[in-house]
């Protein structure tokens, strides 16, 4: 599949701002399934960016920007080319073994509750079909899900009625690893037939002999091909696509644009 990505984020300050350094992760990377035909980041005021890679793998972009700045957009537009993987995840950068992704955060406490609704869902059952259990079980917890909602931590989201699909993954995250399954978390883009498109987020996890399994609590499925894998993180803190500090007074004002589609045919 050929997909289509525009993704733009503007900031509005109350008043000038001094300096901004952010990084930007919101680039995506090619691995066996995933190749990235263009990718480019475009910044409407006069910025540095310093393009690297984090402790994860995942590519960054540092951007720094001198003021007064009033305001500013960080526009990306990008062609990708994903195939029908089966969700098995091939080709990634990968610096750090998989029992690194066995650490809870703060985000990804499981909980009693969480940890014994997991644990329930995989008992008796190995490998793949461990991670490919427990997403039905997360899936099948939430009725509906909004994509509005802020995110919280794990077993304060798993207490409520309903949660957003990157609430899902974070719970999903958790619970696998209180069965000793490493997970993390993935962020990046997911193309969504007839509805808004918003940055998604969902989860890979490591069975023994089978590698790297990517799965969405909020589908109940595996990822597929309208999938653009971004970055990985230890829980959701660790793949904001904008994430940084500002040095000036005042209010910050937040609005974000994406559209995620299917190229057309010639």
């Known amino acids: 599949m050929r997909l289509i990505v525009e993704h733009r984020t503007r900031y509005r300050f109350s008043e000038p701002q001094i300096r901004l350094i952010q990084c930007l992760r919101m680039t995506p990377d090619d691995t066996d399934d995933q190749t990235v035909v263009g990718w480019s980041i475009d910044v409407d005021c006069d910025a540095r960016l310093r393009q690297s890679r984090d402790g994860l793998g995942n590519r960054q972009a540092m951007l720094y920007a001198d003021g007064p700045i009033g305001a500013i957009e960080i526009s990306v537009r990008g062609e990708v080319l994903t195939g029908d993987h089966g969700g098995h995840v091939r080709g990634t950068a990968e610096p750090l073994p998989p029992e690194f992704y066995l650490r809870e955060t703060d985000r990804t406490v499981a909980g009693e509750a969480l940890g014994a609704f997991v644990g329930g869902a995989v008992s008796g059952l190995l490998g793949a079909d461990t991670i490919d259990a427990a997403t039905r079980a997360i899936h099948g917890r939430f009725e509906r899900i909004p994509y509005v909602e802020e995110l919280r931590d794990a077993a304060t989201t798993f207490a409520g009625t309903t949660a957003t699909g990157r609430e899902m993954a974070q719970m999903l995250v958790a619970g696998l690893r209180t069965a000793e399954i490493p997970a993390r978390y ?27 399994i990517a799965v969405d609590p909020s589908t109940g499925g595996r990822v597929d091909e309208r999938y653009i894998r971004v970055a990985v993180g230890l829980d959701t803190a660790g793949v904001t696509p904008v994430a940084g500090s500002r040095l000036g007074q005042g209010e910050e004002m937040l609005d974000v644009a994406l559209i995620v589609e299917q190229a057309r045919r010639q």
């Open 186 to 212: 993935v962020g990046g883009y997911r193309q969504r037939e007839g509805r808004a498109c918003a940055p998604h987020g969902w989860v890979e996890a490591y069975a023994d002999g089978e590698g790297w």
